[in-house]
Each structure stands twice: as C-alpha cells, then as structure tokens.
C-alpha cells in the first residue's frame, strides 16, 4: 500500500472494512460464506506479492483455499446484489452533484482457451493483441474520490456463438453477445436508474464514436464529453456531415486556448484547446460543441470531442470533463496495484463477476478512507500515491 504500515493502521483498516462488509452480508445465506468474503477482502488489501486462493487463505488463516474457492465458485450469491450495496455506500460517501461517469474497458492477460471470455484480442493494459479477458468498467469521479461502480465481461462472438462452451463456463443461455458500447449503455442506464448524483458522462473515442450512444444520452439530457476520431462528422451551418478535422483545421491561432486539463503522473496535463459550436438547432438552454485537443509539442497531434452541455459551460469545463476521462486509468492501476484486481485464477463466469466485485468493494473503501484523511489531515495515510480527483466545478 505504498510503505510500510503500523499495526494500529492496519488494524483501523480491517475494522472499517468490517463496516462496509455489513453492508452486504445479509447477501450470504450462512456465517461461514459471509467470513470468508470479508476474509477475501482483507486478502486483497493485504500486501502480498502474489493473490490467489492460496495466499488470501493463508492471510486468513485457513488452512488451504477450499473456503476461498467455494466464495467464488459454489456457494450461491447474487454477485449484482453486493455491488448494489458498494454503490450505495460510495454514493453516501463520494457523492457529488457535479460529479463524473467514465466509462473505459481494460484487459487481463490469460493463458489458455477456458476463462470465461478469453481469447487474442486487443488489449489497451498491453497496447497490443493478446490472449486476455477483457472487461469494460463504469468510474465515478467526484471532488472526494473516483472508483469503479459498475463491471461487465465482454463476451466475443467466439463464445456467444459456441453456447456449449458458454455452458461450461457458466455463462447462462440467456447471456447473448453485446458490443462494448452495448455494456457502456447498459451501466450507464443502470447509474441513472438508480440515481447516482452526477452531471456528465465521459468516455474515449472507442466508446464516444458510437452516434446513437450519443443521441441517446441527448435525449435523456445527460451532458456529456465524448471523445471521438477525426473522421467523425457533425451537422453545422455549412455541412450536414462536416468532419471534425477540416472543422478545426482553418482555426485561427486566438482560437486556441493553452490550458491543464489536469495532473498526470508528470505533472499537470497541458495542451492547447479549441471549440466550435455545432449543430446549429437546439434548445435554447444547451448547446452543442466539438472540442479539440492540440499537442504543444507536436501541433499536428489533435484529439477531438463532441459535447453536449448546458448553455452556460465554459470552455474550462468542458476540459477539466475530458480530463476526467484519465481518472479511470488511475482506477485500473490502483485496483490492479493494491485490490487484486487482476489477481484471480477462476475460469467461469460467475466467479469472475465475484472476485471482481470484491476487488472493487476494496478499491471503494480504500478510495473513502482517503477522501476522510484528507478532511482530517495528514496520516500514514498520505504515503499512498493515489488521490482523488478534482471535480470539473473545481478547474481552472
């Protein structure tokens, strides 16, 4: 957890862990499935080298991992269910009315062909093709803290079509194939359903490309920050289908506006930024912009993204939303780094959604616990090289 920590901080730890866990463990029938999940937790936030079934059950001191083995493949629990009482505690603790969704999928590499999912295809953690199981991920970022809220196992075509393999690794008839944008949608109806407080939604342009996500997040008024290619096009004054390249091309120089669209892991973030306004008919109270992203090191380097606002948001706040877009990566190499994340050894997919929800309860509370120091004041705590991100309210 960056550092040696105390036994009294360790012990503090465990026991607001234990505070969280009660919140779900009315979704364990028996003790002994309730002990071992807190058991698991603890497992992944211990500081091992290696978290598997065997090292998490010797943290805990079983005497091998059949208990650990049974939490995730056996016993009978509702997986969703414990998520829903994890966003139920992140939102009365991170909650924020202009807080951020983000959406981002990141990849788990695998040997072999029965994981749940598996098979070679790109991976963004790798930045090539690999044999992995890929997830796709919703993020909640608010002026106290960001973690993962919402998780989905992307099934390729390759598994969806073979329902005997299906079968074999859990995945239910029911279960039928849906692109990454489909499960983006989906989590995303899912935050608003249940009320999460937010006002934008963010996502790169795997996920912002996609015209009728876009469409529909306008027609439920979700304000959003969508990253997009260069070849996307828009409706304006001149074209109904104008390139996002050739639109920002003839800016003149006053247009572009040098600005930090947060930190980064070397320090703030800085480019330069333009917008345009499009889409010409709307509501008088929103408006409709293109948003470019211009290396100053390499001017020829833009990045492009559509928004949809209200009337009255800056050109700053547009950017510190695609900013946002980054905490998500943070989320990924914290959970990987401290929670387990990616540290699991179970094929099927019932126990992938297990391990994974259990990983980012870990994530949640450690993300609340820093967001408490940070009221209070410097700690042991401080030693974690994680913190939370601002909210776009809060940019300059």
């Not at 997040?217 to 109904?240: G, N, Y």
């Not at 091309?249 to 330069?272: F, M, N, T, V």
Request: charged share 30%; net charge positive.
């Amino acid at each position: 957890m960056g550092g040696d920590i105390s036994e009294v901080d360790a012990r503090r730890w465990s026991d607001g862990l234990a505070d969280l866990h009660e919140r779900f463990a009315h979704r364990f029938a028996r003790s002994e499935s309730r002990e071992s999940a807190l058991a698991y937790m603890r497992g992944l936030l211990a500081p091992l080298e290696r978290k598997n079934g065997w090292t998490v059950a010797e943290e805990a001191g079983h005497g091998g991992p059949d208990r650990i083995q049974r939490l995730l493949n056996r016993i009978d629990w509702d997986a969703d269910r414990v998520l829903d009482d994890v966003r139920g505690y992140v939102v009365e603790h991170l909650a924020d009315p202009c807080g951020v969704l983000i959406v981002d999928d990141t990849g788990f590499l695998k040997k072999g062909v029965r994981s749940a999912g598996v098979q070679r295809q790109y991976s963004g953690t790798a930045g090539r093709t690999e044999n992995c199981q890929v997830g796709v991920f919703l993020a909640y970022s608010s002026e106290l803290g960001r973690t993962l809220i919402d998780r989905a196992l992307y099934l390729p075509k390759s598994w969806t079509d073979d329902r005997v393999r299906c079968r074999t690794a859990g995945i239910g008839d029911e279960v039928e194939f849906a692109t990454k944008v489909q499960l983006a949608r989906a989590m995303v109806r899912r935050a608003i359903d249940d009320k999460i407080p937010f006002r934008w939604v963010t996502a790169d342009a795997g996920y912002g490309y996609s015209k009728g996500w876009r469409y529909e997040l306008e027609q439920a008024d979700v304000f959003h920050v969508m990253a997009t290619t260069s070849h996307d096009t828009v409706v304006t004054w001149q074209a109904m289908d104008h390139r996002l390249h050739d639109l920002v091309a003839g800016l003149p120089r006053q247009r572009w506006k040098r600005r930090s669209c947060g930190e980064g892991a070397h320090g703030l973030r800085i480019y330069d930024w333009a917008r345009v306004e499009v889409r010409p008919w709307h509501r008088p109270d929103r408006r409709h912009w293109v948003l470019a992203r211009r290396s100053i090191s390499d001017p020829t380097k833009v990045a492009y993204y559509i928004a949809y606002a209200p009337a009255e948001a800056t050109l700053n706040e547009l950017i510190a939303v695609a900013g946002a877009r980054w905490a998500i990566e943070e989320c990924f190499q914290t959970a990987k780094g401290q929670c387990g994340l990616d540290d699991y050894q179970v094929r099927r997919h019932p126990g992938w959604y297990r391990h994974i929800t259990l990983a980012m309860a870990a994530h949640a509370y450690l993300t609340v616990v820093r967001a408490q120091q940070i009221e209070k004041g410097p700690d042991p705590l401080e030693r974690q090289t994680w913190y939370p991100s601002p909210s776009p309210r809060s940019a300059g």
